[in-house]
């Protein structure tokens, strides 16, 4: 069987979206399913968006997703270059191959002239098609036109109109008429490629067997197919991937409608696993109710027939959801250490200095709370330093407003003392001793153990009482009680 290749091949132009994402992971499960290659091409010769460190972020972007490529920058391979811009002599070959068969012409008609013919055929109420106003260039012979032809002047594509049918293996079969070939440019006036001529040279060079690409590429297809055509050469496998949608499903997802870019996400703590699960099902399943994948199960449990061929909803409340997954089930199942070694730049900065074991233990207890690793800032740092003692949390708690001042005093004097005479600092003493109190205090355990969490923490919410205490300490624990109720007693 032919080996199968597959290629991720984005414009260095800006940050990478969740889209581009998506176009990379699907070509590499099928290569990584198949035992075959997966390609990272830098498509890069629309100078003048090209942004100054976008290859190495596209990269950097990839290798924290776990979608190594195995020919391309970096790790090379025997069909390079693999920057568009280092493969000028390719296209050029590939071009004189087309004048020489009378498929292409040069034409140096000014872009100003162009805008002329465009206005025409709107005022005649006619759709606009170059092919329509080809210059005499287009008929000198193959001859003529190979010597004329020079670097600055712009090579268009010479059309032969005619219907065109193919197999998408997303959208099913596709075909169209004549009336949407054109003479496309091949050349621009800088003399490199346009995507339209590069990306088919580049594919067939590298042995490209299947293409995923966004579905905005469908109206062009009738002009690749020519080109294919004229060019002699097989087509691939084509795969056009549905639009991730916005929120309210009624357009393509952009950045105005609240999706970050992907290192955004990183930056926020959303870890690795998360990310490509998600965007993985973003318009696949598997026809069953899981939702969990590793990167292992995805490329077992994948197929390009599962791919839905319409556009799915962006969610980022479930890009949440599955980071939370996440994050349990790498503690749960590699443990605190390996979770622990995400966690680097998330902690309070009060927590610099701390011990790593003490970290840890506090991790041990929080991570199934998190949604985000960066949720450790807000929610850990009463763990570092003492919180800021602020009484109306407990006076307006809706659990504790119904007691007395003396009636909270009383509670807090009855644990100290409790406490203090407390050597076996383990959760599970503790647990034992807090249930007792409970029994003494003769309060509803969410007054009672609402008290002594705020008392302790003065925070929204904390882990269980029991491991909060212990993993803060004995001295911690009684010095913030005796704080809060000396706080209470001045008023």
Same mark, same amino acid.
């Given at each position: 069987?032919?080996?199968?290749?597959?290629?991720?091949?984005?414009?260095?132009?800006?940050?990478?979206?969740?889209?581009? $994402?998506?176009?990379?992971?699907?070509?590499?499960?099928?290569?990584?399913?198949?035992?075959?290659?997966?390609?990272?091409?830098?498509?890069?010769?629309?100078?003048?968006?090209?942004?100054?460190?976008?290859?190495?972020?596209?990269?950097?972007?990839?290798?924290?997703?776990?979608?190594?490529?195995?020919? !391309?920058?970096?790790?090379? &391979?025997?069909?390079?270059?693999?920057?568009?811009?280092?493969?000028?002599?390719?296209?050029?070959?590939?071009?004189?191959?087309?004048?020489?068969?009378?498929?292409?012409?040069?034409?140096?008609?000014?872009?100003?002239?162009?805008?002329?013919?465009?206005?025409?055929?709107?005022?005649? +109420?006619?759709?606009?098609?170059?092919? @329509?106003?080809?210059?005499?260039?287009?008929?000198?012979?193959?001859?003529?036109?190979?010597?004329? %032809?020079?670097?600055?002047?712009?090579?268009? #594509?010479?059309?032969?109109? +005619?219907?065109?049918?193919?197999?998408?293996?997303?959208?099913?079969?596709?075909?169209?008429?004549?009336?949407?070939? *054109?003479?496309?440019?091949?050349?621009?006036?800088?003399?490199?490629?346009?995507? @339209?001529?590069?990306?088919?040279? *580049?594919?067939?060079? =590298?042995?490209?067997?299947?293409?995923?690409?966004?579905?905005?590429?469908?109206?062009?297809?009738?002009?690749?197919?020519?080109?294919?055509?004229?060019? &002699?050469?097989?087509?691939?496998?084509?795969?056009?991937?549905?639009?991730?949608?916005?929120?309210?499903?009624? +357009?393509?997802?952009?950045?105005?409608?609240?999706?970050?870019?992907?290192?955004?996400?990183?930056?926020?703590?959303?870890?690795?696993?998360?990310?490509?699960?998600?965007?993985?099902?973003?318009?696949?399943?598997?026809?069953?109710?899981?939702?969990?994948?590793?990167?292992?199960?995805?490329?077992?449990?994948?197929?390009?027939?599962?791919?839905?061929?319409? !556009?799915?909803?962006?969610?980022?409340?479930?890009?949440?959801?599955?980071?939370?997954? %996440?994050?349990?089930?790498?503690?749960?199942?590699?443990?605190?250490?390996?979770?622990?070694?995400?966690?680097?730049?998330? %902690?309070?900065? $009060?927590?610099?200095?701390?011990?790593?074991?003490? +970290? /840890? /233990?506090?991790?041990?207890?929080?991570?199934?709370?998190?949604?985000?690793?960066?949720?450790?800032?807000? =929610?850990?740092?009463?763990?570092? $330093?003492?919180?800021?003692? *602020?009484?109306? =949390?407990?006076?307006? @708690?809706? #659990?504790? /407003?119904?007691?007395?001042?003396?009636?909270?005093?009383?509670?807090?004097?009855?644990?100290?003392?409790?406490?203090?005479?407390?050597?076996?600092?383990?959760?599970?003493?503790?647990?034992?001793?807090?249930?007792?109190?409970?029994?003494?205090?003769?309060?509803?355990?969410?007054?009672?153990?609402?008290?002594?969490?705020?008392?302790?923490?003065?925070?929204?919410?904390?882990?269980?009482?029991?491991?909060?205490?212990?993993?803060?300490?004995?001295? /911690?624990?009684?010095?913030?009680?005796?704080?809060?109720?000396?706080?209470?007693?001045?008023?």
């Amino acid at each position: 069987m032919k080996e199968i290749r597959t290629r991720f091949a984005p414009s260095p132009t800006g940050y990478i979206h969740i889209g581009n $994402v998506r176009s990379a992971i699907y070509p590499y499960l099928i290569a990584r399913q198949n035992d075959g290659k997966f390609i990272l091409r830098i498509e890069d010769t629309d100078r003048a968006r090209y942004v100054e460190g976008a290859t190495e972020l596209i990269e950097d972007t990839l290798k924290w997703l776990g979608l190594e490529w195995d020919e !391309g920058p970096i790790v090379g &391979g025997e069909n390079g270059p693999y920057f568009q811009t280092e493969r000028k002599d390719h296209y050029i070959a590939w071009a004189k191959k087309l004048i020489e068969t009378g498929r292409a012409y040069p034409d140096d008609t000014p872009s100003e002239k162009i805008d002329e013919y465009r206005k025409e055929d709107n005022a005649k +109420k006619i759709p606009y098609l170059y092919r @329509n106003h080809r210059p005499a260039s287009a008929e000198n012979s193959p001859e003529e036109n190979l010597e004329i %032809w020079k670097e600055g002047t712009p090579l268009r #594509f010479k059309a032969d109109p +005619k219907n065109y049918e193919w197999k998408d293996e997303v959208m099913g079969e596709m075909h169209t008429g004549p009336e949407v070939c *054109d003479d496309i440019i091949l050349i621009k006036k800088d003399g490199l490629p346009t995507y @339209n001529f590069a990306h088919i040279i *580049d594919d067939a060079e =590298m042995g490209v067997t299947h293409i995923a690409r966004g579905v905005e590429y469908l109206s062009s297809m009738p002009n690749y197919l020519a080109l294919y055509e004229a060019l &002699g050469l097989d087509r691939p496998l084509f795969l056009s991937l549905p639009h991730i949608l916005a929120p309210q499903g009624n +357009k393509k997802l952009g950045k105005r409608d609240g999706a970050k870019s992907v290192t955004e996400y990183r930056d926020d703590g959303v870890l690795p696993e998360a990310m490509l699960n998600y965007l993985a099902c973003l318009g696949w399943n598997d026809g069953t109710e899981k939702e969990i994948y590793s990167k292992d199960e995805l490329i077992k449990a994948f197929s390009i027939d599962r791919i839905q061929n319409s !556009g799915a909803r962006f969610d980022e409340v479930k890009i949440y959801w599955y980071n939370g997954q %996440w994050i349990r089930k790498i503690a749960d199942e590699q443990g605190i250490d390996e979770l622990y070694s995400r966690t680097k730049g998330f %902690w309070p900065e $009060v927590a610099e200095n701390e011990p790593e074991d003490y +970290k /840890k /233990k506090v991790l041990s207890i929080i991570y199934d709370r998190l949604k985000t690793l960066s949720d450790l800032k807000s =929610m850990t740092e009463y763990f570092f $330093v003492d919180p800021k003692i *602020d009484a109306s =949390m407990i006076l307006e @708690n809706k #659990f504790l /407003k119904k007691l007395s001042e003396t009636e909270l005093i009383e509670l807090l004097t009855l644990t100290i003392e409790r406490l203090n005479d407390v050597s076996d600092w383990s959760e599970e003493n503790l647990q034992k001793e807090l249930n007792d109190l409970l029994a003494k205090s003769g309060k509803k355990p969410a007054e009672y153990f609402s008290l002594v969490r705020i008392a302790v923490s003065f925070a929204p919410f904390s882990p269980a009482l029991h491991q909060t205490l212990s993993v803060l300490g004995r001295d /911690k624990v009684l010095s913030r009680l005796n704080m809060t109720r000396t706080a209470l007693v001045s008023g």
